[in-house]
């Protein structure tokens, strides 16, 4: 039988959509590290919409994040992005990129868990700080110690990251091999845990 012949095996991908219904990947972790990158390229792969939250939040305020910190202070912000983000689990399967903070909000988590599967992709201090210093727009980050304020921040924030259900290091290698990880991992978190045949494997099993 010639490998011309066999059956297309199901792709990852496939499985992971069908598995996945009317649920959203949502993709959650601190400022800079990589979250609106990873999820684009993720969405392209699973053929899904990508949205990210903080646009999403701007676009529905018609100012910047600075800005509505600046004129309302973060707990208004937050307020904005918890509904934006209930607005968004609503819309179907999508992967959707959240800010660093929303994960934090009790309600948000419980949405997402319900509505969701979520991906913690998780930084070093050095590679996020190294990630946001090129990004001078980010609000938390207005101090005269954002070194201190990221090292805060990931104190407080990682217990609650790591609630997750799958967690993705993301660290200075290309974006397609995160996106792999996340690929693989999804596979094996929805579709019990059985790995895409290889295609050489499916070779050495027609000889």
């Not at 910190?69 to 934006?84: I, K, L, N, S």
Request: charged share 25%; aromatic share 2%.
């Amino acid at each position: 039988m010639s490998d011309a012949a066999l059956p297309l095996p199901a792709s990852p991908e496939a499985d992971i959509l069908s598995a996945l219904g009317a649920r959203a990947i949502v993709l959650v972790g601190m400022m800079g590290v990589g979250k609106s990158t990873v999820g684009r390229r993720l969405a392209a792969r699973l053929k899904l919409p990508f949205v990210d939250a903080d646009t999403e939040i701007e676009a529905a305020a018609g100012m910047t994040i600075p800005e509505i910190f600046e004129r309302h202070g973060e707990p208004h912000f937050r307020d904005g992005e918890a509904r934006v983000i209930a607005r968004l689990l609503e819309g179907g399967p999508l992967v959707l990129a959240t800010g660093g903070g929303a994960f934090m909000r009790e309600e948000t988590r419980a949405r997402i868990a319900a509505k969701a599967v979520s991906v913690w992709l998780k930084a070093e201090h050095d590679v996020i700080m190294r990630r946001v210093r090129r990004r001078a727009d980010r609000p938390l980050l207005q101090t005269a110690d954002p070194e201190g304020t990221v090292t805060r921040l990931l104190t407080e924030r990682e217990p609650i990251y790591a609630n997750a259900d799958l967690t993705i290091a993301s660290r200075d290698v290309p974006h397609d091999r995160i996106v792999e990880e996340c690929i693989e991992a999804l596979h094996a978190r929805l579709c019990g845990g059985q790995p895409a045949q290889p295609p050489a494997d499916i070779a050495s099993a027609s000889r």
